[in-house]
């Protein structure tokens, strides 16, 4: 079912109302006060960042040498995903559940909903088995595992 007609930007208000903002060497602002004052956001990597998209999953964000990175908390933190790939990724859409990231010399690759829910798994793995169980449900195929995963997402007010 298709709910987003998302498009990518350096910068995205959230569902909760948060901005965030995206810039170079790994630069990510958040604002609670519409813009009145900024928290930079600390990550591990020093990449220029080019696009963010809120989804029903997250935050995700893409950039420099491969840069994929994911926010579970409304932007108070990202964590990186492994692309295995060295290219510039410029940007980013959510079309029927699936991602499709764009990168120099036209890359441009889909990752349908059973990678992203892998992905989700993984992610909430050590910090949250219920959603983690709930993201592999949704990654084997089980019908509804996408709307019981996004209310559960919802109750702990990570989206």
Known sequence: ASRSNAVSSPYARTPKR???LLGD?????RSTTDGASWKKIPIDSRHNLEKLIVTRYGIFVV????SLLVSHDDG??????DTKVDAHLWSILELDGDLLIGGELGKLWRVDRKDLAEVLRAA???RDPVLADLAARLRDGDEGAELVLED???ERELL
Do not use: E
């Open 18 to 20: 948060s901005l965030v």
């Open 25 to 29: 060497g790994g630069l990510i602002l």
């Open 63 to 66: 950039g420099g040498t491969g």
């Open 76 to 81: 108070q933190s990202f964590q990186g995903l």
């Open 124 to 126: 909430y793995t050590k």
């Open 152 to 154: 559960a997402l919802k």
